[in-house]
């Protein structure tokens, strides 16, 4: 696994600067990430635990896959090796869709200062938790919550969930609720 990474533009266009992942957070240079809903047929999003040994949030739950882009790599590409590397789920037959995109800018700490701009997808896929080979350097455990649960979390500021979630969230629910296109994911309104 490559840790070089593209940095962006305040627009999210290629500079032709290429640095390695601490080095982005370090300097606070703009980014590109993945972020993935997964949902099963029950309503329920799939989430993981962070491992311990993460470098931000360790031990709080997140959405079902996040990444960073390599240099060079598109998000379509980035987000099945994501889901690959962290879930062990083969991607051939999921069907992945790009919901849209936004701006983030976190401090957490004064060397990891993340500006990156989230690409959010979804897809659908009835998997049972423990089958999922999930990778253990990265996730300490996995688990399916009905999606009221996940956005209750979100608007309470749970302390179990890595606190980045919000905005995405809300604007997820949105496309569930107004998208026909990707109406089989459910009544989310």
Same mark, same amino acid.
């Given at each position: 696994?490559?840790?070089?990474? &593209? *940095?962006?533009?305040?627009? =999210?266009? +290629?500079?032709?600067?290429?640095?390695?992942? @601490?080095?982005?957070? +370090?300097? =606070?240079?703009?980014?590109?990430?993945?972020?993935?809903?997964?949902?099963?047929?029950?309503?329920?999003?799939?989430? %993981?635990?962070?491992?311990?040994?993460?470098?931000?949030?360790? #031990?709080?739950? #997140?959405?079902?896959?996040? #990444?960073?882009?390599? @240099? #060079?790599?598109?998000?379509?590409?980035?987000?099945?090796?994501?889901?690959?590397?962290?879930?062990?789920?083969?991607?051939?037959?999921? %069907?992945? &869709?790009?919901? $849209?995109? $936004?701006? %983030?800018?976190?401090?957490?700490?004064?060397?990891?200062?993340?500006?990156? $701009?989230?690409?959010?997808?979804?897809?659908?896929?009835?998997?049972?938790?423990?089958?999922?080979?999930?990778?253990?350097?990265?996730?300490?455990?996995?688990?399916?919550?009905?999606? &009221?649960?996940?956005? %209750?979390? *979100?608007?309470? @500021?749970?302390?179990?969930? @890595?606190? *980045?979630?919000?905005?995405?969230? +809300?604007?997820?629910?949105?496309?569930?609720?107004?998208?026909?296109?990707?109406?089989?994911?459910?009544?989310?309104?």
């Amino acid at each position: 696994m490559s840790d070089l990474i &593209d *940095v962006l533009s305040e627009s =999210g266009l +290629r500079t032709g600067e290429i640095l390695p992942r @601490a080095e982005i957070h +370090r300097l =606070g240079k703009y980014h590109r990430a993945v972020h993935l809903y997964l949902l099963n047929s029950k309503n329920e999003i799939l989430l %993981q635990r962070r491992a311990l040994t993460v470098d931000h949030y360790p #031990g709080l739950f #997140g959405i079902s896959v996040t #990444g960073h882009l390599q @240099a #060079g790599e598109s998000s379509s590409a980035c987000l099945r090796r994501e889901i690959e590397e962290e879930l062990g789920i083969k991607t051939a037959s999921l %069907q992945l &869709d790009f919901l $849209f995109s $936004f701006f %983030q800018e976190a401090i957490l700490h004064e060397t990891y200062i993340d500006r990156q $701009f989230n690409d959010v997808y979804i897809t659908h896929a009835d998997l049972q938790p423990e089958t999922i080979p999930f990778d253990r350097s990265e996730v300490s455990e996995i688990k399916f919550v009905p999606f &009221d649960h996940f956005r %209750q979390m *979100v608007q309470s @500021a749970s302390p179990d969930l @890595a606190p *980045v979630y919000a905005n995405g969230c +809300r604007d997820l629910i949105y496309f569930l609720s107004a998208n026909t296109s990707i109406a089989r994911y459910g009544p989310y309104s």
